[in-house]
């Protein structure tokens, strides 16, 4: 078994708030995340797929191949958007990085099972200080 791991960027602007809450408790949960106006982040995407390699091309999976299909089910999606208004997958969804997680993690399960690679993991950073790890 081995591991290959392709990394990206995107920005994007959120806002942590619950609806069915007022804005003093939206403020006291999430503080400055709860901001009205939103706010945003340089975020670090990194997915990791696991399998044999192709004895044939010497690859777990063609890199260019995973960068496309991060870019196409993901990045372009996401990038210098509002996650709570712009982003299909992220409606109704609070958008924390938790749940910005696992939301990826849906939108290329399928798309890296077709190659015969296994998601193994989608890591996301907000700031260089939180990252959140998903495994399935």
């Excluded at 591991?3 to 939206?26: E, G, M, P, V």
């Excluded at 999976?61 to 999606?77: E, F, G, H, R």
């Excluded at 299909?88 to 099972?113: C, H, Y």
């Amino acid at each position: 078994m081995i591991y290959i791991t392709r990394k990206a960027s995107f920005n994007a602007a959120h806002k942590l708030a619950r609806t069915d809450w007022d804005d003093d408790k939206n403020t006291e949960v999430y503080g400055k995340c709860a901001n009205p106006n939103w706010h945003g982040h340089n975020y670090w995407l990194y997915v990791t797929v696991k399998g044999e390699i192709n004895p044939e091309t010497g690859f777990l999976v063609d890199l260019k191949w995973l960068k496309d299909v991060m870019n196409t089910y993901v990045v372009d999606k996401v990038d210098h958007r509002n996650l709570n208004l712009d982003v299909d997958f992220m409606k109704g969804k609070l958008a924390s990085t938790e749940n910005l997680a696992i939301a990826v993690w849906e939108q290329l399960l399928a798309p890296i099972a077709e190659s015969g690679a296994v998601l193994h993991c989608v890591k996301i950073y907000e700031t260089e200080n939180n990252y959140v790890e998903y495994f399935g």
